[in-house]
């Protein structure tokens, strides 16, 4: 079963292996190349059950606060003033990082004088965890994450993806495909958006009948990948989350949509 942002957040939390940061150098460190990179965050509060994502603008030592970007889908705003506690999540150099952190109840306008800014309380503690599973996002097939698979013949599949995490990917392809369990895909690309943004060596670990007549479900493990290409599947899997998101929210008519970059 895939894990969600707040499953995660538990099995960090009550796992004995997890590391926790308590050095304010260190942790100083990490919110600086957290914002250099302008990560995106998956945000759990304790006051639902939903799930939201943002993105951490800056981090003021001087004042001990961070402050970042409005909740998506926007509904979580309200709920973020309202809440004890919550969770950042998300992953840096192929390791998760969950950042707990107390929500201030005020607020202030971006530059554009458009968007709200909110801000939290800069964390004493943050935690580290190299977990053997991977977060996977849905992707409900649609055109944003693509895959053209290379298989020993050369010939070009094209896959519709269901699913991606850092560590491999669920896509359907036609049932006259070439390909079989073990198989090893070299030289897959990766798209996103329709630009290709990885080239990645897969293994197929199962086959299954989707039920349709003419497509299959196929599971492949993403093998040999180097730092960089890890960093930027990790990238696409967090913009892939947060690009759901903000549809569901369109799907409600409680966001107006803009594609963040």
Not at 14 to 21: H, L, Q, R, V, W
Not at 66 to 80: E, M, Q, R, V, Y
Not at 141 to 154: P, R
């Amino acid at each position: 079963m895939p894990l969600t942002a707040r499953t995660i957040t538990k099995k960090i939390l009550y796992n004995k292996e997890a590391y926790s940061i308590t050095d304010a150098a260190r942790i100083k460190k990490i919110f600086k190349k957290i914002v250099q990179q302008k990560k995106y965050f998956s945000i759990v509060l304790n006051n639902t059950k939903s799930e939201f994502v943002s993105c951490i603008l800056d981090a003021d030592f001087d004042n001990e606060l961070i402050t970042f970007d409005a909740l998506h889908p926007s509904i979580g705003n309200n709920k973020f003033y309202q809440a004890k506690r919550a969770y950042l999540l998300s992953s840096l150099d192929g390791v998760d990082i969950l950042i707990p952190i107390k929500p201030r109840n005020t607020t202030s306008i971006s530059a554009s004088g458009e968007d709200e800014i909110y801000s939290a309380t800069l964390p004493e503690k943050i935690y580290q965890y190299q977990r053997r599973s991977h977060y996977r996002v849905n992707t409900y097939e649609s055109n944003l994450v693509k895959l053209v698979l290379d298989n020993a013949n050369n010939y070009e599949l094209f896959a519709k993806t269901k699913n991606i995490s850092t560590g491999g990917i669920a896509v359907r392809i036609k049932k006259d495909s070439i390909v079989a369990k073990n198989d090893i895909l070299n030289n897959c690309k990766l798209c996103f958006n329709y630009l290709i943004v990885a080239e990645v060596d897969a293994k197929v670990t199962f086959i299954d009948d989707t039920g349709f007549d003419n497509e299959l479900t196929v599971g492949l493990k993403f093998i040999n990948v180097t730092k960089d290409t890890t960093n930027t599947i990790d990238g696409i899997v967090r913009k892939a989350e947060r690009q759901k998101l903000r549809e569901l929210a369109k799907a409600e008519n409680k966001l107006d949509i803009s594609v963040y970059a």
